[in-house]
């Protein structure tokens, strides 16, 4: 593949580059570039980190990148998610593996490290002291974003680490590439701007969309800050009706859709219009909306471009959108449904985090 269709591929991932041409000399010069992204072990996954992370991860490895992801047990350990209990933070890691093994992802082109062991390495360590000691504590905690916390909060001392450690595993993974979700801008700009400092480099960043919760924006939001209204208009694990969990049933899929936000010929600030762009096209070229013939009939979209332009003209009814997320969403979830049914340490698994207090 020569080097524009792997521009092309990264792009599709990229909500933002920083920057194109950093990206194309990396590609030019380095055979398989390294890019990473991390997860805090927390709960149920979304679809958004298990469905669009498969999608955006593939189109990675296929533009010969060579995917690292992080799976942060120390990070959501310093973060108090799961009460604090890193043993449950692991457990959770190794169901967030399991979902993204039945979710399409090219695990053969992906390698997993976890935070704890880094933890067990001086190197790591000495990374983490340089990139505290290259900061400044207001600036770490304008950082606070990157785990889902507004700068309002009152932050634990552990929390202090956290940047810290975020910015210091990019450069103790190799990695050439920050890939992960526009809520983890600020941090990745950070390793940009001391990377070289520390006798490192200036990683690209690669940064994908963040796919808007269910529910209707507040208000409020309105209000806040960029990176506060991030945090505010994006899926949370903690108001489940926002999301829908890759271990969803179909019923829960049908009722949490067509109670969903979807406002009439808007596809801006409208999350079944991003459910259609971001995983419904990326799965099925071709759409098809079954409708009375009252209300035009059935109709075959082909592409979101399309979809967009039919539905800004408002020839395409929120309905007819609900309707069509609904079928085609389920069909992409049931092999995860299923391998979570008949594989059984995946089942254990997922037994396990069900019983665990997923807004923690």
């Known amino acids: 593949m020569d080097t524009e269709s792997r521009m092309e591929l990264?792009?599709?991932?990229g909500e933002e580059i920083v920057t194109e041409e950093e990206l194309r000399h990396l590609l030019e010069t380095k055979a398989r570039p390294i890019a990473y992204d991390?997860?805090?072990p927390s709960g149920k996954i979304h679809v958004a980190q298990g469905i669009v992370r498969a999608i955006n991860t593939n189109k990675m490895t296929k533009a010969g990148v060579h995917f690292k992801f992080l799976i942060a047990d120390w990070h959501a350990w310093a973060n108090n998610k799961m009460g604090g209990d890193l043993e449950r933070i692991q457990t959770v890691g190794k169901y967030f593996i399991e979902v993204w093994r039945s979710a399409g992802m090219d695990l053969d082109k992906v390698e997993f490290v976890w935070a704890s062991e880094h933890a067990r390495d001086d190197k790591y360590w000495k990374k983490v002291m340089q990139v505290a000691r290259n900061s400044t504590v207001s600036r770490i905690i304008r950082c606070g974003q990157i785990m889902g916390r507004k700068e309002s909060e009152v932050m634990q001392a552990s929390q202090i680490l956290y940047p810290c450690m975020q910015c210091a595993d990019i450069f103790h993974l190799d990695a050439d590439i920050a890939q992960l979700g526009m809520d983890q801008r600020k941090v990745n700009v950070l390793a940009r701007e001391i990377g070289?400092?520390?006798?490192f480099w200036k990683p690209v960043i690669v940064s994908h969309h963040m796919l808007m919760g269910l529910l209707p924006p507040r208000s409020s939001a309105e209000k806040l800050s960029t990176a506060e209204k991030t945090?505010?208009?994006k899926m949370s694990k903690s108001i489940p009706d926002s999301a829908i969990f890759?271990?969803?049933s179909p019923a829960d899929v049908k009722r949490k859709i067509e109670k969903a936000y979807c406002t009439a010929k808007d596809v801006y600030e409208n999350p079944l219009a991003e459910y259609m762009k971001y995983i419904i096209f990326e799965k099925f070229p071709t759409v098809r909306i079954e409708r009375p013939s009252k209300f035009g009939g059935d109709i075959e979209i082909?592409?979101?471009r399309e979809f967009s332009k039919l539905y800004e003209e408002g020839k395409i009814h929120p309905a007819d959108v609900k309707q069509a997320v609904v079928k085609y969403l389920n069909e992409i979830l049931d092999p995860v449904r299923k391998h979570f049914q008949t594989n059984s340490r995946a089942r254990e698994l997922d037994e396990?985090?069900?019983k665990q207090d997923v807004t923690r």
């Open 352 to 354: 396990y985090v069900r």
């Open 231 to 233: 945090i505010e208009l």
């Open 196 to 199: 070289p400092k520390m006798g």
């Open 10 to 13: 990264i792009r599709q991932v």
């Open 38 to 40: 991390g997860f805090e």
């Open 302 to 304: 082909e592409g979101y």
């Open 246 to 248: 890759m271990t969803d």
